[in-house]
T-cell receptor, first 115, second 112 residues
Framework: AQTVTQSQPEMSVQEAETVTLSCTYD???????LFWYKQPPSRQMILVIR??????QNATENRFSVNFQKAAKSFSLKISDSQLGDTAMYFC????????????FGQGTRLTINP | KAGVTQTPRYLIKTRGQQVTLSCSPI?????VSWYQQTPGQGLQFLFE?????QRNKGNFPGRFSGRQFSNSRSEMNVSTLELGDSALYLC???WGQGAEQYFGPGTRLTVT
């Protein structure tokens, strides 16, 4: 089965610190996309960052960056200079099947940024 | 550009009833996907529509159905509601295959 696994149910850091959320996945596809979504208490799912598997360069969006290790099927999210507004559930997701819009989500990591 | 909208935002139904949820995608997006989110099962894919055709389907019983209209708006219907159908139902739109999906605020369904 195609799966996405997040092994950290909860994490907590101090404001301005750097935090890394882990994600591993399983797929037999060669080309696919990987996403990190954020779901704050409002429950609105917000796209944080996207990585295309055929691109070797790690994606970066302001304070958010990924460490994509294709051979290891690992896709971690690094948040630099964390802010109180980063407090949320973070989900790693992938269509797993090339071209499909059927996202498979990890179980999520609850991240709390403390003042 | 307006985001994905979902109506209603909250809904309370009784077991055995049916319910219809609506989703309007971002303008220009032709793909609409539906997901169910529960504390126990997490986020699970229900189905995806593209140009009025169901393109992918998740592992849900036939009580869950959907459709898409020519303007890309989508509806999902759940018949013969069960207590276990209580969940947050999320709709997402994208412009095509492999593209990132943008989510609406969700409909919180409570079945009593």
């Amino acid at each position: 089965a195609q799966t996405v696994t997040q092994s950290q149910p909860e994490m907590s850091v101090q404001e301005a610190e750097t935090v890394t959320l882990s994600c591993t996945y399983d797929t037999s596809e060669n080309n696919y996309y990987l996403f990190w979504y954020k779901q704050p208490p409002s429950r609105q799912m917000i796209l944080v960052i996207r990585q295309e598997a055929y691109k070797q360069q790690n994606a970066t969006e302001n304070r958010f960056s990924v460490n994509f290790q294709k051979a290891a099927k690992s896709f971690s999210l690094k948040i630099s200079d964390s802010q109180l507004g980063d407090t949320a559930m973070y989900f790693c997701a992938s269509p797993i099947i090339q071209g499909a819009q059927k996202l498979v989500f990890g179980q999520g990591t609850r991240l709390t940024i403390n003042p | 550009k307006a985001g994905v909208t979902q109506t209603p935002r909250y809904l309370i139904k009784t077991r055995g009833q049916q319910v219809t949820l609506s989703c309007s995608p971002i303008s220009g997006h032709r793909s609409v996907s539906w997901y169910q989110q529960t504390p126990g099962q997490g986020l699970q894919f229900l189905f995806e529509y593209f140009s009025e055709t169901q393109r992918n389907k998740g592992n849900f019983p036939g009580r869950f159905s959907g459709r898409q209209f020519s303007n890309s708006r989508s509806e999902m219907n759940v018949s013969t509601l069960e207590l276990g159908d209580s969940a947050l139902y999320l709709c997402a739109s994208s412009w095509g295959q492999g593209a990132e999906q943008y989510f609406g605020p969700g409909t919180r369904l409570t079945v009593t």
